[in-house]
T-cell receptor, first 113, second 114 residues
């Protein structure tokens, strides 16, 4: 069985603040993949990043960065200098073994001007 | 442009009625999926298909049916047996169902009960 927990239901910040979205996962498989998706108000989920279990290097893409720590089973997502356009629901997801993708319940991020 | 098209964007169902949600993809993907999204509940898998003429139940298949007669199309029927159908429905596709495959999503259909 696999599970993803996003403990933060909703986060509100003011523009230019940094914000971190938490993701904790559970799996018994040694090979697995973690994902982050963004769901803007339009509804479509947009892929942000995929990371496999053998690659613990942190990644930075513009204002986005991801911190993968196997020791704590976490894959946290940080937005630096947030902008209003970052307002969305963000989903963390896990794929391992023969299971299909399992999503967390999502974190709604509200960035106000 | 390649992508996934869902229609309609909004759909209303009367009591006892079956309704069908359309999903078409032109990405040449083998696998397709249907998810249901309820507020604060994340995405839950209804059905998925790895190949034409084959599909498997997901976590919440009761009250739903699907078909996969063409690679490009994966329609979802919400039957009258689904007592709480109001939700946002998302269709997705991937090249295969191998572990680690990235999913591409459509823009969703909001289904409401009249």
């Amino acid at each position: 069985a696999q599970k993803v927990t996003q403990a933060q239901t909703e986060i509100s910040v003011v523009e230019k603040e940094d914000v971190t979205l938490d993701c904790v996962y559970e799996t018994r498989d040694t090979t697995y993949y973690l994902f982050w998706y963004k769901q803007p108000p339009s509804g479509e989920l947009v892929f942000l990043i995929r990371r496999n279990s053998f690659d613990e290097q942190n990644e930075i893409s513009g204002r986005y960065s991801w911190n993968f720590q196997k020791s704590t089973s976490s894959f946290n997502f940080t937005i630096t200098a947030s902008q209003v356009v970052d307002s969305a629901v963000y989903f963390c997801a896990l794929n391992s073994g023969y299971s299909t993708l399992t999503f967390g319940k999502g974190t709604m991020l509200l960035v106000s001007p | 442009d390649g992508g996934i098209t869902q229609s309609p964007k909004y759909l209303f169902r009367k009591e006892g009625q079956n309704v069908t949600l359309s999903c078409e993809q032109n990405l040449n993907h083998d696998a397709m999926y249907w998810y249901r999204q309820d507020p604060g509940q994340g995405l839950r898998l209804i059905y998925y298909s790895q190949i034409v003429n084959d599909f498997q139940k997901g976590d919440i298949a009761e009250g739903y049916s699907v078909s996969r007669e063409k690679k490009e199309s994966f329609p979802l029927t919400v039957t009258s047996a689904q007592k709480n159908p109001t939700a946002f429905y998302l269709c997705a596709s991937s090249r295969r169902t191998d572990v680690g495959e990235k999913l591409f999503f459509g823009s969703g259909t909001q289904l409401s009960v009249l």
